[in-house]
């Protein structure tokens, strides 16, 4: 399969991407949860984009889908252009050797029946990545090293290392095949902090001299802060917000943005413009029953939310500057409201 960059440069095109599962509790027959509602987005080659949201949102759903874990109901996911629901036994190989997935819970990914160096072996075996065993085990060592384990690793359980050590295995394990993308799924939040800055040092270097492409998806916006090129906001499976990391920090156009930001700034940061932020009120809808128009308008705190917020959804439309935001009263912050 030969495959280029898009005009765009991306190597990951999710277009218009919608998702519904089906409720499982018997009482409440034929309903469906709306997972996700109409995403679009790019990856672009060597960039970091960062997904940000509540519990809830939509994040680990649009992971698998993107990595074709589950099918979505509409849309598509374009890998250099081909889609990536309608690839081939051969072709589907070649994507999931190039697009690996580091998991939140790096225990659980784990096999807890081989020792470290066997499950990268048996990795690069199914990939036919090295002739011989000797060659297998000269390769496993090598990634042991490059993640930051010694090199006794190799004949160690998952059981017998740290978190932070699992999760440098579980790294190790998606960089085997040589990837040239990671969607990495809440990666460092089960981690203590210390240990959270030395797992995002590594993908930091990782991303530098492997020349990597990042799918980044956490609830912690300091992480997104430090990490990402280029960071989403979804709220109810709808991306709400997107542009340049540091220029959504600095000066966010959606309420919704605007309160993550001010629930995550100490409260005596907050001053200036930053006090026109506010902090998030009630709870997320039910992606049972998404509401009319804006989602986020029963909870928006804007004082120029009207009767359009609630009747007609805002499409997700450059604002300023090469950001997007789905908010009817997006232009509005700029003078203040």
Same mark, same amino acid.
């Given at each position: 399969m030969v495959m280029s960059l898009t005009p765009t440069g991306s190597?990951?095109?999710?277009q218009d991407l919608h998702h519904e599962f089906r409720e499982k509790p018997a009482g409440a027959r034929g309903r469906r949860v709306k997972a996700l509602r109409g995403v679009t987005l790019e990856l672009r080659a /060597?960039? &970091?984009? /960062?997904?940000?949201?509540?519990?809830g949102s939509g994040k680990t759903t649009l992971a698998r889908l993107i990595l074709r874990l589950i099918k979505p109901t509409r849309g598509s996911v374009l890998f250099y252009g081909q889609n990536v629901f309608s690839m081939d036994r051969e072709d589907l190989k070649d994507f999931r050797r190039r697009v690996q997935i580091v998991f939140?819970?790096? +225990?659980?990914s784990l096999n807890p029946r081989l020792r470290a /160096?066997?499950?990268?072996?048996?990795?690069?075996?199914?990939?036919r990545e090295g002739t011989t065993p000797a060659s297998r085990r000269e390769k496993a060592a090598e990634l042991l090293a490059l993640v930051g384990l010694q090199p006794d690793a190799m004949n160690r359980f998952p059981h017998e290392f740290s978190g932070g050590q699992r999760q440098r295995l579980g790294i190790a394990r998606a960089l085997s095949v040589d990837p040239e993308v990671l969607v990495l799924d809440e990666p460092v939040s089960a981690l203590d902090l210390s240990v959270q800055a030395q797992i995002l040092n590594l993908l930091a270097e990782l991303k530098d001299s492997l020349g990597l492409s990042y799918l980044f998806i956490t609830h912690d916006l300091s992480v997104v802060r430090q990490v990402a090129d280029w960071v989403g906001v979804l709220y109810l499976g709808k991306i709400v917000e997107i542009g340049r990391t540091h220029r959504v920090f600095a000066d966010p156009m959606h309420p919704y943005t605007r309160g993550l930001l001010a629930a995550a700034t100490p409260p005596e940061e907050i001053t200036g413009e930053k006090a026109r932020w506010t902090l998030l009120p009630g709870e997320p809808a039910s992606p049972?029953?998404?509401?009319? /128009? &804006?989602? +986020?308008?029963?909870r928006c705190p804007h004082p120029s939310k009207d009767p359009v917020c609630g009747a007609d959804p805002p499409p997700l439309s450059e604002v300023e500057g090469g950001r997007e935001a789905a908010c009817w009263k997006a232009r509005e912050h700029l003078t203040g409201p």
């Open positions: 190597i990951l095109t999710v /060597g960039e &970091c984009l /960062g997904l940000v949201g509540e519990s939140q819970d790096p +225990f659980g /160096g066997r499950m990268l072996e048996e990795v690069l075996l199914v990939h049972l029953e998404p509401p009319t /128009g &804006c989602a +986020f308008h029963p």
